[in-house]
């Protein structure tokens, strides 16, 4: 019997925001519900349905699955999760039918996915770290006279370049961080020979090739995966103890950086896998490579009980500094929900108070060195937000922070507008850059009210200098999740710890419906 074709949808969020629905069972009512979509976010904007059933959650059947294990599968899927979903009327009637909805999945001619609404983008540039064996790199380099670009050849099955993820017909990019792509393909050969016998590659696949030229991207590292490199940064989730993590947060003279040391036995930083010496590279997402000491030891004690340290060792930095590589990228694809902590030591975290919720009018002059941050976002989605504020820069003297969401260029809203359309607003500013941003929560707290943020919302007018808002009507899009990313807590005794946003998971229980509800 001919069952049902599902819907596939993936959604992708950033860092401390769910996806916009809640995921529930109901006594009376089959398979795993789509209830409650935040209007505006993630799921909605992707066409999930109230009452939508879940059946496959990345390719994993779930429709015989415990509502716990659906949640967790969905919340530790990292930053983008893709469903196979029936509306609740073919899932009726196909169970009323008793059609297999597992062999129904497996078909052929499913409809195409989409992401957060549109088409889902091309897979990622990625990263390769070869070290050269006694049979060599286990590769050959091939360029086709009117196509430009040089290509992967002739991969060993099981040899170097094989193992560290390189597949034929990759196209190389760069070389150590260098970009090689306008070379020729003899002085690309000489630059693998000149590497010795560690090189790493930034690679596109065709599929991601087309993706960027379409849209006129050069890739970059910025746009890679990471999940080929053999050395991985680590995530150290703890929750503290009356007697701190247990672990000292050192200076080292001879080094650039902050330092693990001291980490006492049987202690929740130990229990965590920190070791002596690891670098400290990000608290809970932020990274704390420009800070001074006392900023990074702050930083931890402003973040409650719950803590999340993103740390490398010495190995594993030599390999990324040879690509010019940011181990956030790690963190940005494996954590895509709050840390899960013991339960046994868990403690209440003091609500934020105080909380300023206003935006931020920022002007920017530029310098020699640039306007002195980078503009993140996810390829293809709307969103863009402020990253790697240089200090003493142009962005750092105006006011500007790591996560601030970017509201408007110049008096443009652009709340909706791609990242490349962002990007080339701010190339055409000139010298000059004028921001409106909002601290994250503050963004959250606003749009989770329907209030445009705007810069009337500031204690006083722009000035005359500053671009009149470019829209003419209340923005209804509403933000999805809802992170504590700076709660005001008492400084806490360093021996160390971190925080984690809180809002990807929420669980209720209704007396009347005997319903299990988990916000995702």
């Not at 999945?105 to 897979?123: E, F, I, K, R, Y």
């Not at 940005?332 to 339960?343: D, L, T």
């Amino acid at each position: 019997m001919a069952g049902p074709k599902p819907r596939i949808i993936t959604l992708t969020k950033r860092e401390g925001q769910g996806y916009g629905f809640y995921l529930r069972v109901e006594h009376g009512e089959e398979g795993h519900l789509i209830r409650a979509l935040e209007m505006g976010g993630m799921a909605e904007l992707a066409g999930l349905k109230d009452g939508d059933r879940i059946v496959r959650v990345n390719g994993t059947f779930v429709d015989n699955l415990e509502h716990s294990q659906v949640a967790d599968l969905v919340r530790k899927s990292g930053l983008s999760v893709t469903l196979h979903v029936l509306g609740e009327e073919a899932y009726k009637t196909a169970k009323t039918k008793g059609v297999n909805l597992a062999e129904t999945q497996s078909q052929s001619g499913q409809s195409q996915p989409t992401m957060n609404g549109v088409s889902a983008p091309a897979a990622k540039a990625k990263l390769c770290y070869l070290q050269k064996s006694s049979s060599g790199f286990g590769f050959s380099l091939k360029s086709t006279k009117g196509t430009k670009g040089v290509f992967m050849t002739e991969v060993a099955s099981g040899g170097v370049a094989d193992q560290a993820g390189v597949k034929l017909g990759d196209r190389i990019v760069e070389i150590n961080s260098e970009n090689v792509e306008s070379l020729s393909h003899d002085q690309i050969v000489k630059k693998v020979k000149a590497a010795g016998d560690k090189v790493m590659l930034l690679l596109v696949d065709e599929d991601a090739d087309k993706f960027f030229k379409s849209k006129g991207i050069r890739p970059s590292t910025a746009h890679a995966t990471v999940k080929h490199l053999p050395h991985k940064p680590r995530i150290a989730d703890m929750t503290k103890r009356a007697d701190g993590y247990g672990f000292l947060l050192k200076e080292d003279p001879k080094c650039a950086g902050h330092y693990i040391g001291e980490i006492d036995k049987g202690s929740p930083a130990e229990r965590a896998g920190l070791k002596n010496m690891d670098r400290l590279l990000a608290v809970n997402g932020q990274e704390i490579n420009n800070c001074r000491h006392e900023q990074v030891v702050e930083k931890i004690s402003q973040q409650g009980s719950n803590c999340s340290l993103l740390v490398l060792d010495a190995e594993t930095e030599k390999m990324y500094k040879l690509g010019s590589v940011s181990p956030l990228l790690y963190w940005e694809e494996m954590r895509g929900s709050p840390p899960r902590y013991p339960e046994h030591e868990a403690e209440a975290i003091p609500a934020p108070a105080n909380v300023d919720h206003k935006p931020k009018l920022c002007r920017l002059e530029k310098t020699a060195a640039g306007f002195g941050f980078h503009l993140n976002g996810i390829q293809g989605v709307h969103g863009q937000y402020i990253k790697e504020v240089v200090k003493n820069g142009a962005a750092d003297r105006a006011g500007l922070e790591d996560d601030d969401i970017v509201v408007e260029v110049n008096g443009v809203n652009v709340e909706m507008s791609t990242h490349e359309e962002v990007v080339n607003l701010i190339h055409k500013s000139g010298d000059t850059l004028v921001f409106l941003v909002a601290e994250r929560t503050a963004y959250e707290h606003l749009k989770a009210r329907g209030v445009a943020i705007t810069p009337q919302l500031l204690d006083k007018e722009p000035s005359a200098d500053v671009p009149a808002p470019a829209y003419a009507q209340e923005d209804e899009r509403k933000d999805t999740g809802s992170d504590d990313e700076r709660p005001a807590t008492p400084p806490a005794q360093i021996r160390s710890r971190s925080s984690s946003s809180s809002s990807s998971s929420s669980s209720s229980s209704s007396a009347s419906h005997v319903s299990e509800d988990e916000k995702l």
